[in-house]
Each structure stands twice: as C-alpha cells, then as structure tokens.
C-alpha cells in the first residue's frame, strides 16, 4: 500500500494546496504533477512553493490580545491578555526569515489560531510561546525543515476545534479534512509541555521533542485530547479517516514523558498504518520511566523499523515502556528496542496484534520492512496474506535489551529458534488461541525468564526449551494446560531454577537426591528440570504413602534404575493419586523378587494408579514379578478408578506360575464404585512371555484385562505364553462386560501354547469394541477360542472393526478371522482380509469359527480358510448356531478334508436365518464324504434370502455339493441365485443351487453355469437330490453332466418332492444306463407347470426324456421342448416327455414342442 502526496494549484485562490495523490486534478493532463513519497518529501516540495508573508488577516474571536509586527514585516508578536484566546487569521504562514512570538500570561495560556481561509500553513520560521499554542488549518500544516518552534505546548491540527469546546477546556478537534500535518523542522516543547500533531495523515522527519511531557502524532478524524495532573497527554482518536497514515522518519524525544503514534481508519482493510522508521526516545528521567506507544487501533498495520529507546541509562530509575500494537504488527529485522536500566529495572516491550507469529530470516527480506517492503512497496504500504510479526533474530537480539512480551488476540506462534543469554524475560501471550512453540527457545542468562500464557487456549511444546542460567524461571498458565511433543523436553538445569503453572509454584528436580526428596512430601508439587540418571538400585517412592501432587517430566527422562520394594506395591511410586505428566522412563527394571507381601503389583512408573498420567513413556522397561500371586504392567499393575493417556511403554513383562494379570502397559485397567477407569491415546510395544498356572488368567499387549474405558490406542511387539486358562489378547487379555474398547488397534505376533482364548485385538471380550482393528499373526495351540480380533466373544458388541492378521490353530476348537467364538454377541460392519487355519473336529471361518445365538451383519470376509477332517469350514462362518446373518459378503477360497461341512459362507447353518449374502470370486473345495456349498455347506432349520454366490465347487466322492447349499434340511430358500461351476469327483449328489434337498422350499430361485459329477450320482442343474421337498418359480440354465448309473436333470436329477412353475434350460447329459432327463433325471414327486428346453442325451442303456428320463409318478401341465438325442440300437429308451414311463395320464396332462415333438413322447410304458 503505497502512500503518496502532490502539490495541487487551486486555481480559485491562486496557490498550492496540499492533497493525497487521488485527489482529482485541474484537467486531464495537468502541467505540474510531483508525486513525493509519505512525509518524507512533501516538506521538500513544499519549500519550494511561493513563500508566505507572516500570518495575516487576523480577527480576534475571543479573548484580549495586542498583534504587532515589526516594520519590516519579519517579526510578529501576539501579546496575549487572555488566559485563553480565539484568532481567526485568513493565513497563517512563517516564512524562513520570519518569527511569531506569543507572550502569554502562564504556562497553561493557550491560544487558538483557527485559519479560515483555503491556504495551507507553511511554516519555515521561527514560532516561540512561553504557553500553548494551537494551529487549526483544514488546508494542511507543514513545519518545513528550517521551521524553529519553541512553545510550552503545541497542538497542530487539520480538523478543527469549536469555541465553545475550546473555552470550556474540552479539547476535542472534529471534522472532515483530509489534509496532512507533517514535521521536517524541530519542535519542542517546555518541560512538561506536549505536543500534538493531527491529521488525516501525519509524519515526522524532523525532530519533536517534550522532555518530561508528551509528543502524539494522530491520524483520524476526530480526536480528544486531555492534559492528566501531571502533565502528560492523553491522546483518544474518536474519529476514523480514509487511509490514516502516521509516520515518523526523525526524531521524537520525550524523556521522562511519553510518545504516542496513533491512527484510526475508516476501512477494516488494514489500510492505516502507522510507521516508524526514525527514532524514538523516551527515556527514564528524574527516576520517571518513559513510555512509547505505536498504536494502529483495531484495523491498523504498525510498522516498526528504526529506534524505540526507553531505557534508563546513566542514571536512577527503571526502564520504560515500549508498546506497538494493531490488527497486524510488522517488526524491521533491523528494528532496535532498548529499556535497560543500570540501576533499576529492565523495562518492557510489547506487541500486541491480532496474530503474532515469530518466523526466520529470508535472506530475500533482509533490511527490509516485513509487509508491503517485501513486494518493493514503500515501507507505509500493506501485503496480502500473512507475515510474521517479527523474525526470529530480531527477537534475539532485542531481548538483550529489553524484556518483551508478545501477545495474540488469536493464536501466537514461533516458528523459529530464539535464543538470548541475557536475564530478560519473553512473554507469550495468546487471548482467545493457543501458544504454539514450533522452534527451540534457549535463554542461558541468569534470572532469564519464559512466560507463557493461554488464557482460552493451551500451550503447545513442539520443540525444545532451555533455561540453563542461575536464577531461571518457567511460567506456564494456560486454560487447557500445556503438552510436550514426543522427544522434546524442557530445561532448568541451573541452580534456583523456578517453575509455575497457572499461578502453582513446583519444586525443580535436577538429580537423583532430589528425586529421592519427593518421599518426604508425596503431596508436593515437582517438576524435573533435566535428565536423572540413576546408579543402581533405587527404592519405590512411598511404599507407606501414595504420591498425591504433581509431577510434571516437563518432558525429561528418568534412566537406568533397578527398582525394588518390599511391600505390595512397586515401581517409581507404589500408588499415584495425584498428577504425573510429561514424564519419560528408560531403562528402568521394577521387580516383585524383594516383596514381602502376598499380592504383589509390579510397574515401571507406578505399581497402582488412581490418579492421572499424562504424556508418559516408559522404553526399554523390564517387569517382572514375585514368588507369589502377582500382577505386572509395562508402566502400571492396576489402573483403579485412574486415568492414563498419551502413555506408552515398551521393553519386557515377564510372568509366571504366580502372574494373575499382565499387560504390555497396564495389567489391570478397572472402574470401581462409581469411578472410571480410563487409557486413552496410549500405546505398548512390550514382548509379554512366560510359563503361567492353569487358573484363569489374562494377558494383553496394552492391558491384562479391562473393566474401564480404551480408547484410541494400539499395541505392538510379541507375546509368547504357555497356560491352560489363559486369555491372551493383541491389547487387551480380557475386556469384561464394564469394558469398553474404542478406535484402537494391535499388530502384536501371539503365540499361545494350550491358552484358553486367544484373540489378535482381545482374548475375551463380554463389553463393547468399536472402531478397532488388528493385524497381527495369531497363531494357538490347542485353544478353545482363537480369533483375529477376537478369541472369544460372550454377549459383547462389535461394530465398525477389523482383522487382517493370519490366524492358525491347528489343533483349536474354533478358529476365526475375526472371532473363535461368538456367544451372544452382536457384530456390526466388521471385517477380515487374510488366512485362517485350522485342524480337525474344528468349527473354522473367515469371520467367525463358531457364531452361537447372536447377529452378524454388514460385514465381510476375505481370503484363504481351510479345515481339516471332520470340520465346519466357512468363508465367513464355520458353524452358526441360533444365529441371524444379514447383508454380509464374502470371497477368495474355503477348503475342508474329509467329513467336513465347507460354504463360502458358512459350513455348518442350524436354525439360523441368512439374508442378503453374497459371495464372488468364491474356490470352494472338499475331500471325500464332505458337504459342500457356494455359500452354506450343510443348513438345517434355517432361512436362506435374497443370496447369491459366484463361485467355484468341488469335492471329492461320497459328497453333497451345491453352487449355493451342499446339504439343505427343512431350510427355506427364497430369491437366492447361484452363478457356479460344481465338479464332484465320484459318487456325489451335485446341483447348480442345492446339493441334497430334504424337506425344504425353494422359491424364487435360479442357478446357472456347469453342475458334473461321476458314476452313481445324482446331478440337477438346480438340484442334485430333492428329497420331499418343494421348488417353486425357479429356474436353471446349466450344462449339467453325470457319469454311469446317475440321475441327471436339467433342473433335478432326483426328484422325489414337487416342482412347480419352474423351469429349466441347457443340457442333460448321462453316462450308460443313466437316467436323463430335460426337467428331472427320474421323478418319483409332483411336478406341475413346469417347462423345460434343456437338450438330453446319454450313454448306452440310458433313459432318456425331454421332461423326465425315468417317471414313477405325476406330471401336470408341464412341456418339454428340447432335442432328445437317443437311439434304439444304443439300448436306449427315449421320447418326447419321459423315456420309461409307469403314469398312465402322462400325455393327457403333458405336452412336447420344437425339437422334443420330434420322437415318440414316451420310450417305454409299464
């Protein structure tokens, strides 16, 4: 934002006024066009302008004065009679030569000189006055460089004053002048005096000085100026102008006083600016500190450049006060603040703006203004877009001459490292944000201080900070309180050193004595101020007492202690109650071996926590327990009614046959009367192992077991135990029906030998998991429960969670991607993408091996399953009992050995209901006397709807294999589809949908692809073997093939219950002396309104017929109109309807077309 100034001819009164360079001139292409930069050089050009006589025109409004002028017009002098005076003059100009002395009654004499005609007032010659004098021109006021001023005070204004407020002693200029006031002169007021230059824009490149009083340069409209006892001006800019600009290039000197730049804009577009670029002194006198104000008001840009001095150098007294502050705050890299004393206080330097921001040095901006000086701009012009308030090494190097304390209407950043080695004080204040320290701060003077504050924010510790002098203090107050970023630290390692938060003063622990202090006041607060590395053997703090103060790590670490306690509780502290953050453990063993006690707790940190802990790491621990019952925790045993986040450990546990509970972080997390026991955003990386008894126990990669709130955390590492009743999980071992588990996750590799349930995430689970997932290789030995996520399952709810670990137990009962076992539970949109294996007699899937009275919905399976002899093996689900299956979907390959009941989704289905299924890209294999399905194996009193499978089924001999359903016993099927290749190898009974049909319903339903099997089966392009049961409203369109001796249909091959409404097309195909046929390979049911297209042909001695090969029963209403290929001298018996017929209403009830009409209708009638 450039700001810039031209003399324009006013052609009415014939001379130069002074207007901004958008002011309109006279024609479009007027002769004389000067553009000057703000300030700087308008006095030049003014200069050169025509030079004005001494005032003249002069009317006294109020008030007695006698005005004389000496003959040769040179000098004037106004005798002032009046305590007050009103002159209206028609100009008022001093040229170089020329004076104008006001005598005047006192000191508080003032005198107003209102012009009231259209010149500007130029003055370049001398003005003296033993009392005040104001100067109101709406045309513009210029001290030019000659200009001499000596007054008791001067108020120079463009907006004017009204009589009244004048005499009555309110002193408030007002109006709509847009002109400029500007100083390139020296002005300066008596001791005590002030002096008040205002505008619409106003600058300064001479020298003003006001020792003890005042000097303000305003920009506005409308300003009211007040005069408190002591002298001093109090400057209040009521009135925004349009482009305010104040600026000062010289020099403004009010020691002992105070000097104030100040603008109001009408926009809220950042376009005032008030700039400083010269310098400013206000300097400690008469042990009165001074006080230098930069204010750009609420939409204003405060440039700072050059020197602001309010030091107290030389003599008594304490440093002033330098304060800049607007909407933004600009800070010259060069810019030089100084308030030292020598023999008082350090004084201040503030910044207040809307954003403050501490960012490194460009070497591009260098020497420049940060804002419109980094797009060449001049230094009064803006930017766009953000720029730090002040650089980094601006900051350093002021901070050894003066305290500073930035603030933040919103956030405050630093964004780059400071560092100071005098003993001043930072302060960082964010109002209504956050401090966010983003680089390292280093002060090693001594008394140096860090403040931080955040009243409706927190403090945010992103890197280092060190304070190593004597006598160094921290302050943090904060409404949401302060976090440490990981590996970053705080530092008072000198002696002395002080620390408070919000108001609390700790005490600063700086080595292991100190550490050891803290057993003589548990109630203390304590921060550590650098790292404590141990020697030894160190014993629990408090074995009598709980810590209940603080203990703030600040972010340091305590390293290389073996502790040991005789008691029940051991770790750093026996029980925390109270507070321990930001804290860092390494290389720390804790061990029971020295307990006395029964029941022994054994962690890092703390044995019991009921308090709070925050921000803690525990690397490199190792935990181990007692010669008696015990529990065991990476950082903590028993978590009663506590709260731990942000926390994490890693290292060993090791239990034994005594180890009731152990957890990579916690081993046991429990709420209790009322309370809540809580680990959030927490995290163990811990190799748990070790030989445990055959009593129930739990152990888990983050917690043992839970009967509190998880949420938000994750564990890694490995665990490798051996016990009969144990309960092993990724993160938790159990989590209990109080327990909840929320977005957490565990990679942990298990290995459990004879564990009782072991799962990748939670071993049992009775509560709630939600938005959690595991990843992990879980691998058992003989469980009863092994699962992905989830061993067992017992009324819990799951929702929204996933597995992709490898799961295998060759010799477990149940085996789960996700879940061994589910009891009760409730499984919504869940997951599982990876292998899962399992051995004999085993109930094995995808999701769930075992899934007994519970619901399972909008979930999934992927990947490799198989089973061994005598297993129910199923993509999703081994064997469901009792249960609900909705919208669920499943792919890749499902393999069972012999006698083992193998679906794409499920093995084994009794009484339960599945709709809305699917399963693609489906390999469903089986060995010999298997069941097996595209999507249930074998159902038994279960509901099967709105399901489809895409997939591909084999089997060895002996077997029962459909594209859909292997075995299906009293199950309604309805709008179910099968897409499949179904091959059995031998002896099998095989259909496109349903292998074996016994008692059942099919409505609605259809099948297509390929359906073969060997000699002596049964093979149905829907159904291989209908046993009593009911088909309605299906079709099939498959090639379907037999071997010899089989019974092979288009859409049955053994029907012995009722179709109806069906319909079938494709091919029938037989081997010799087989029974073939377009509908059903023989009939011995009900088949009625059926159609059937299917082509039919078979092998020496075959049966074969366009509706059915061979008919021991009734047909009604039911067309066959497919080729019938046979031939008399193949032993065969053919025709139209039925190749060998025993129903004697056959042909009146039946009909052939197309190329059945072609043979016989039936082959044989018995």
């Not at 010289?250 to 100040?262: E, I, R």
């Not at 700039?275 to 400013?280: A, K």
């Not at 998880?710 to 989590?735: C, F, K, P």
Request: aromatic residues 4%; glycine residues 16%; neutral net charge.
């Amino acid at each position: 934002m450039n700001k810039s100034y031209a003399l324009i001819w006013n052609q009415a009164t014939g001379c130069w006024n002074v207007a901004s360079e958008g002011t309109r001139r006279r024609g479009k292409s007027s002769r004389l066009k000067v553009v000057i930069a703000a300030g700087f050089s308008l006095l030049g050009l003014l200069a050169q302008a025509p030079a004005f006589a001494l005032p003249g025109g002069a009317a006294i409004v109020a008030g007695e004065a006698g005005i004389h002028t000496t003959s040769d017009g040179k000098q004037m002098t106004v005798e002032q009679q009046s305590n007050k005076l009103i002159t209206h003059w028609n100009d008022f100009s001093v040229a170089g030569d020329e004076s104008v002395s006001f005598h005047q009654p006192g000191s508080q004499s003032v005198a107003l000189n209102r012009v009231v005609g259209t010149n500007g007032s130029d003055i370049q010659g001398r003005i003296d006055a033993n009392g005040q004098v104001f100067l109101i021109n709406p045309n513009g006021v210029v001290f030019g460089k000659s200009a001499q001023v000596n007054v008791g005070g001067l108020v120079a204004s463009t907006q004017n004053i009204s009589d009244k407020d004048f005499l009555d002693g309110t002193y408030r200029f007002a109006g709509d002048s847009s002109a400029a006031v500007s100083n390139a002169g020296q002005i300066t007021a008596s001791e005590g005096g002030s002096v008040a230059l205002l505008g619409a824009q106003v600058s300064n490149s001479g020298v003003i000085q006001a020792q003890m009083g005042s000097v303000a340069l305003g920009a506005g409209k409308d300003f009211s100026v007040n005069f408190d006892g002591n002298g001093l001006l109090n400057l209040q800019v009521n009135g925004a102008a349009v482009d305010a600009l104040v600026q000062n290039g010289g020099l403004l000197k009010a020691d002992g006083g105070q000097v104030l730049m100040t603008a109001s804009s009408a926009s809220s577009l950042l376009k005032n600016v008030v700039s400083n670029q010269g310098v400013i002194e206000a300097k400690t006198l008469q042990n009165k500190a001074g006080k230098i104000v930069l204010d750009g008001g609420d939409n204003g840009i405060v440039q700072v450049a050059g020197r602001q001095d309010a030091s107290a150098l030389g003599g008594q007294g304490n440093g002033g006060v330098v304060e800049n502050r607007g909407a933004r705050v600009e800070v010259q890299l060069a810019a030089q603040m100084d308030t030292r004393a020598d023999k008082g206080s350090t004084g201040t330097w503030k910044i207040l703006s809307d954003e403050v921001s501490v960012s490194k040095v460009d070497n591009s901006t260098r020497g420049l203004v940060i804002g419109g000086g980094l797009n060449g701009n001049s230094a009064t012009g803006g930017t766009t877009g953000a720029a730090p308030t002040l650089h980094a090494d601006t900051l350093a190097q002021n901070l050894a001459r003066t305290n500073v304390e930035l603030s933040s209407k919103g956030n405050l950043s630093v964004n780059q490292a400071v560092s100071w080695n005098s003993g001043n004080k930072l302060g960082l204040t964010a109002e209504r944000g956050d401090v966010q320290l983003n680089a390292a701060l280093n002060a090693t003077g001594a008394g140096a201080t860090l403040a931080l504050n955040a009243a409706q924010g927190g403090i945010r510790l992103n890197d280092n900070v060190a304070l190593s002098g004597s006598g160094a203090s921290l302050e943090l107050n904060s409404k949401n309180g302060h976090s440490l970023k990981d590996d970053k630290s705080v530092t008072l390692s000198g002696a002395d050193a002080r620390f408070s938060a919000n108001g609390e003063a700790y005490q600063v622990v700086q080595n292991l004595k100190q550490l050891r202090d803290i057993e003589n006041d548990m109630t203390g607060r304590y921060v550590l101020g650098n790292q404590i590395t141990g020697q030894g053997r160190f014993k629990t703090l408090g074995e009598k007492s709980a810590f209940t103060g603080k203990l703030d790590g600040l972010g340091n670490t305590i390293s290389d202690l073996s502790i040991y306690g005789t008691g029940a509780f051991v770790g750093l502290f026996s029980a925390n109650l109270g507070q321990i953050s930001n804290l860092n453990l390494e290389r720390i063993s804790a061990s029971g071996a020295d307990s006395k006690d029964y029941n022994t707790q054994v962690g890092s940190l703390a044995a019991m926590n009921m308090g709070s802990i925050r921000n803690v790491k525990a690397k490199d621990v190792r935990v181990t327990g007692a010669s008696h019952f015990n529990t065991l925790g990476g950082l903590v045993a028993l978590n009663l009614n506590g709260d731990i986040a942000n926390s994490s450990a890693s290292g060993l546990v090791i239990g034994n046959k005594y180890t009731y509970a152990m957890g990579g972080l916690v081993a046991e997390n429990v709420s209790s009367s009322g309370g809540v026991a809580r680990i959030t955003n927490s995290h163990a990386d811990i190799n748990l192992r070790g030989q445990m008894n055959s009593d129930i126990r739990n152990a888990g990669g983050l917690v043992g077991s839970n009967r509190g709130v998880i949420a938000n955390a994750s564990s890694t590492g490995t665990i490798s135990l051996a016990a009969a009743n144990l309960n092993i999980g990724g993160l938790v071992g159990e989590n209990t029906g109080a327990g909840s588990i929320t977005n957490s996750s565990s990679s942990t590799h298990i290995s459990g030998s004879q564990a009782r349930r072991i799962g990748g995430l939670v071993g049992s689970n009775l509560g709630s998991l939600t938005n959690s997932h595991a990843s992990g290789e879980v691998t058992g030995n003989g469980t009863e429960a092994i699962g992905g996520l989830v061993g067992k399952n017992q009324g819990g709810a799951i929702a929204n969670s996933s597995s992709s670990s490898s799961v295998s137990d060759l010799y477990g009962k149940n085996v789960g991607g996700l879940i061994g076992h589910n009891q009760g539970g409730r499984i919504d949109n869940a997951s599982f993408s990876g292998t899962v294996k399992g051995g004999r007699t085993a109930n094995i899937g995808g999701l769930i091996g075992l899934n007994q009275d519970s619901s399972v919905s909008n979930s999934s399976a992927k990947g490799n399953v198989s089973g061994l002899y005598d297993s129910n093996v199923g993509g999703l689900i081994g064997y469901s009992q009792n249960s609900h299956i909705d919208n669920v979907t499943v792919s890749g390959a499902v393999n069972g050995d012999r006698k083992a009941k193998v679906g794409g989704l499920i093995g084994f289905s009794e009484d339960s209901s599945i709709a809305n299924a699917s399963s693609t890209s489906m390999s469903v294999t089986g060995g010999n006397n298997t069941f097996i399905g595209g999507l249930v194996g074998y159902s038994q009193n279960s509901d099967i709807a709105n399901s489809s499978v895409s997939t591909t089924v084999t089997s060895g001999s002996g077997s029962q294999i459909g594209g859909l359903v292997g075995y299906s016993k009293n199950t309604d099927i309805t709008n179910a589809s099968a897409s499949a290749t179904v091959t059995g190898i031998g002896n099998n009974l095989a259909g496109g949908l349903v292998g074996h049909y016994e008692d059942s319903r099919i409505t609605n339903a259809s099948a297509s692809g390929t359906v073969s099997s060997g000699n002596d089966s049964m093979v149905g392009g829907l159904v291989g073997y209908n046993q009593r049961g009911d088909i309605t409203n299906s079709t099939a369109s498959a090639a379907v093939s037999g071997g010899d001796n089989s019974q092979v249909g288009g859409l049955v091959g053994r029907q012995q219950g009722k179709v109806t409404n069906s319909f079938a097309k494709g091919s029938a195909k037989g081997g010799r002396y087989s029974s073939v046929g377009g509908m059903a390979g023989s009939n011995e049911g009900e088949i009625r309104n059926s159609t059937t297209t299917s082509d039919v042909s078979g092998g020496y001695g075959a049966r074969l017929g366009g509706l059915a090969g061979m008919n021991f029963a009734k047909m009604y209403q039911s067309s066959a109109g497919g080729k019938v290929d046979g031939s008399a001298s193949a032993g065969q018996f053919y025709g139209g309807l039925v190749g060998i017929n025993s129903w004697s209403e056959l042909q009146s009830n039946n009909s052939v077309f197309g190329e059945a009409a072609k043979v016989q209708p039936v082959g044989l009638q018995f």
